[in-house]
């Protein structure tokens, strides 16, 4: 288990201002993460990675010369958000563009894309490859849904040696989409981690037993086997592998592959390398040549006791840049010369939109009103997701990683904090929400937190500063948020997400209000409606999302985005009741 930390809301903050201080000749600060202390050289491209804190040396511990110029670092297993990514790929920019590289989860995809929008928005070339080594989270069918897992270093490695060396980014993208096209990874776990503050695991494995195909964020395994000797580990590994050949890899003799070893965090360096030698000799037997391996702990998840193989199947091009050098506060490699230090604060530090508006629009009296109750539903709602965060992460921990209750309240909490800086500085409803959710998006990171974000922002493009807000109005504007919410999660009834919720409440708030019912009765029968739309997706299937690949696990337990929907309708609906305590 995790024990040294102090506030678990804060761990992240406090990880990544450790990190910085303790690897200051390779890094620096900025804002959602850390960029090289170096800049890149004038023209090159810029090798921007990211993901969810938790798995050093992922993705800090890569950042330097001959590996990626910059990191966005999310909270524990929730991605990065959009301004966090956005804020570090302006910062490490040159000229040269930038490629953004990170493993192939919902919350990333959402978040990374939108940075990469408002990358080229403002004129920089922006191109991104997802990784999607992890063999057992789909089928060679449907391998573009894959994870990323510890391959990621793979392609983080050539397309950071291809930018170092001074490529254009149509050939680094290349590089990196080539490498990662030739890249496969399985691993096992023994144990499940444990996040700080938590008293039990994500997951639990029976004594004696192993999780088979198991993620990094804590999700448990797609099956389960008895726990081998490391000589049959290593069998597993190899011949799991070795039954998938990349396309243009017809046979595997003769072939020369890069590997990695890796362990999770709890299995150590002395039986990885007793599992190595097998694997070693049994690629050997197979015609196999393996280049300069890496056997340790390179991309970790906490205290989980797991291990994963990774080969990807090289050629000239790719092995080039595999032992090309690279120097970082976690993998070094060779040689590889240093650029002069960055002293500037050119882009260091993008200031957040949420709560730091330098110019408040104008707003009418009736607008300041609406605000002002708007502020006190954000604490109600911060108030009612502290008090379920503990369920919310136990539900979450069923299939997925176990990270929504904290997720969420970083954005609640940073959503109020938000709000009432707007509110108390004269804002109508439009700045106060737009404020909070942009403040929500940029703190809980992950899917929720982009999903609550726009949701946010929808509300008060719906509501103005200057209109009167009636229950029409309030239906409406929830209409457009649920559409908002769907296209942009790409999600739809019946796939086991919270809009398993939205709809059922929108759809009751519409036909409650069309019929004359006051607003405050309106919106607690909506409240009711996605409360048991929530209870009822226990039933369900996840069919996209993080759970996806632990479908039948997640049978019998509500899915924890629709819940927390739930919860936050129904605390608001205090609020529009007056039921509320405005002191709280």
């Known amino acids: 288990m995790t024990r040294l930390f102090n506030n678990p809301v804060s761990f992240a903050d406090e990880l990544t201002a450790g990190f910085v201080a303790a690897n200051r000749r390779w890094v620096r600060a900025v804002t959602g993460g850390v960029v090289r202390r170096d800049r890149v050289a004038a023209g090159h491209v810029a090798l921007v990675v990211g993901g969810g804190s938790g798995h050093y040396p992922a993705f800090g511990g890569l950042v330097g010369p001959g590996l990626a110029a910059g990191a966005a670092m999310g909270n524990l297993f929730a991605s990065p958000s959009s301004q966090q990514v956005y804020s570090v790929a302006r910062s490490a920019a040159d000229s040269g563009g930038v490629l953004l590289c990170y493993g192939n989860y919902a919350g990333d995809v959402l978040n990374f894309d939108q940075a990469e929008q408002r990358l080229k928005g403002e004129g920089i070339d922006c191109r991104t490859v997802v990784v999607t080594d992890d063999i057992s989270s789909a089928s060679v069918a449907e391998k573009n849904k894959r994870r990323g897992i510890a391959g990621g270093l793979v392609v983080y490695k050539v397309a950071g040696a291809a930018a170092e060396a001074g490529l254009g980014l149509d050939d680094v993208e290349r590089i990196a989409r080539h490498a990662n096209d030739r890249t496969r990874s399985f691993g096992v776990a023994f144990s499940g981690c444990t996040l700080p503050g938590s008293a039990?695991?994500?997951?639990?494995?029976?004594?004696?037993?192993?999780?088979?195909?198991?993620?990094?964020?804590?999700?448990?395994?797609?099956?389960?086997?008895?726990?081998?000797?490391?000589?049959?580990?290593?069998?597993?590994?190899?011949?799991?592998?070795?039954?998938?050949?990349?396309?243009?890899?017809?046979?595997?003799?003769?072939?020369?592959?890069?590997?990695?070893?890796?362990?999770?965090?709890?299995?150590?360096?002395?039986?990885?390398?007793?599992?190595?030698?097998?694997?070693?000799?049994?690629?050997?037997?197979?015609?196999?040549?393996?280049?300069?391996?890496?056997?340790?702990?390179?991309?970790?998840?906490?205290?989980?006791?797991?291990?994963?193989?990774?080969?990807?199947?090289?050629?000239?091009?790719?092995?080039?840049?595999?032992?090309?050098?690279?120097?970082?506060?976690?993998?070094?490699?060779?040689?590889?010369?240093?650029?002069?230090?960055?002293?500037?604060?050119?882009?260091?530090?993008?200031?957040?939109?949420?709560?730091?508006?330098?110019?408040?629009?104008?707003?009418?009296?009736?607008?300041?009103?609406?605000?002002?109750?708007?502020?006190?539903?954000?604490?109600?709602?911060?108030?009612?997701?502290?008090?379920?965060?503990?369920?919310?992460?136990?539900?979450?921990?069923?299939?997925?990683?176990?990270?929504?209750?904290?997720?969420?309240?970083?954005?609640?909490?940073?959503?109020?904090?938000?709000?009432?800086?707007?509110?108390?500085?004269?804002?109508?409803?439009?700045?106060?929400?737009?404020?909070?959710?942009?403040?929500?998006?940029?703190?809980?990171?992950?899917?929720?937190?982009?999903l609550w974000g726009r949701a946010l922002r929808t509300l008060g493009e719906q509501f103005g500063d200057e209109q009167e807000v009636t229950g029409q109005g309030v239906a409406q504007a929830m209409r457009a948020a649920s559409d908002c919410i769907r296209s942009f999660g790409h999600a739809e009834i019946g796939d086991k997400t919270m809009v398993d919720a939205i709809v059922p409440f929108v759809d009751s708030l519409e036909e409650a209000v069309g019929a004359g019912t006051p607003l405050a009765e309106a919106w607690l029968l909506a409240s009711q409606a996605a409360t048991e739309a929530a209870a009822a997706t226990r039933a369900l299937v996840p069919r996209i999302g993080r759970a996806r690949p632990h479908a039948q696990k997640s049978v019998g337990t509500p899915d924890p985005g629709a819940h927390s929907f739930a919860l936050i309708v129904t605390a608001v609906s205090g609020v529009i009741a007056g039921r509320h305590n405005t002191e709280k």
Do not use: C
């Not at 797609?222 to 597993?236: C, K, R, Y």
């Not at 690279?326 to 882009?347: L, Q």
């Not at 938000?418 to 700045?431: I, K, L, W």
């Open 200 to 450: 039990t695991p994500l997951f639990d494995v029976p004594s004696g037993r192993m999780a088979v195909g198991m993620g990094i964020h804590g999700e448990p395994g797609i099956d389960e086997a008895e726990v081998p000797s490391a000589d049959e580990l290593a069998a597993l590994f190899v011949s799991t592998l070795l039954a998938e050949l990349p396309a243009g890899v017809d046979n595997a003799s003769d072939q020369r592959v890069a590997l990695i070893l890796n362990g999770l965090g709890s299995v150590k360096y002395e039986e990885l390398f007793v599992v190595y030698r097998r694997v070693e000799q049994l690629l050997d037997a197979a015609g196999v040549t393996v280049v300069d391996p890496e056997v340790g702990e390179l991309v970790t998840s906490f205290d989980m006791a797991g291990v994963s193989l990774t080969l990807a199947w090289l050629d000239e091009e790719l092995e080039e840049y595999w032992l090309a050098g690279a120097d970082s506060p976690a993998y070094r490699k060779g040689g590889v010369a240093a650029g002069a230090p960055d002293w500037s604060t050119r882009s260091a530090v993008v200031g957040m939109d949420g709560g730091n508006i330098e110019e408040i629009p104008a707003a009418t009296d009736v607008s300041r009103e609406v605000a002002r109750l708007i502020t006190t539903a954000l604490r109600a709602v911060t108030q009612t997701i502290d008090e379920n965060a503990g369920v919310l992460g136990q539900m979450d921990a069923v299939a997925g990683d176990g990270d929504h209750g904290i997720g969420m309240q970083r954005g609640a909490t940073a959503a109020r904090s938000a709000g009432e800086a707007a509110a108390e500085r004269g804002a109508g409803a439009a700045t106060v929400l737009t404020s909070a959710g942009d403040a929500w998006a940029d703190r809980a990171g992950g899917t929720s937190g982009a």
